[in-house]
């Protein structure tokens, strides 16, 4: 079983910067890593993610040239999510998920790209969440 341990997050005014961590357990190649948020009422959603053994990222569009999906040089086991500009519309639980199979790509790609259409249950591993909040 695969462990993911977020951690970050917190409580800043708009237009400040927050920086997420993710950490996956385990040795094995992630075919899949990203973050999701869901805010109080809403659905989850995708906002970035690294597909195909991290070859390509994909950003929400409501978050383009704000968030930077980035992972760590010694292992492509830990992402990071940089929130820079961030808005109160941004606040939500952030949770990682990463997947092991070669075919989350397009499942998870479809969750980037068309908002309301994930199941969480497609996805693999998930973390606990953290939260994050921006005030106006």
């Known amino acids: 079983q695969v462990q993911v341990v977020e951690s970050g997050g917190g409580s800043v005014q708009a237009g400040g910067s927050l920086s997420l961590s993710c950490a996956a357990s385990?040795?094995?190649?992630?075919?899949?890593m990203g973050w999701f948020r869901q805010a109080p009422g809403k659905e989850r959603e995708g906002v970035a993610t690294?597909?195909?053994?991290?070859?390509?990222?994909?950003y929400a569009d409501s978050v383009k040239g704000r968030f930077t999906l980035s992972q760590a040089n010694a292992t492509k086991n830990t992402a990071y999510l940089q929130m820079n500009s961030l808005k109160p519309e941004d606040t939500a639980m952030y949770y990682c998920?990463?997947?092991?199979?070669?075919?989350?790509?397009?499942?998870?790609?479809?969750?980037?790209?068309?908002?309301?259409?994930?199941?969480?249950?497609?996805?693999?591993?998930w973390g606990q969440g953290t939260v994050v909040i921006v005030s106006s």
């Open positions: 998920a990463v997947d092991l199979s070669p075919a989350c790509a397009p499942i998870w790609m479809t969750a980037i790209r068309v908002p309301g259409t994930m199941k969480t249950a497609d996805f693999a591993h």
């Open positions: 690294f597909l195909n053994r991290g070859s390509t990222t994909y």
């Open positions: 385990g040795d094995k190649d992630l075919f899949c």
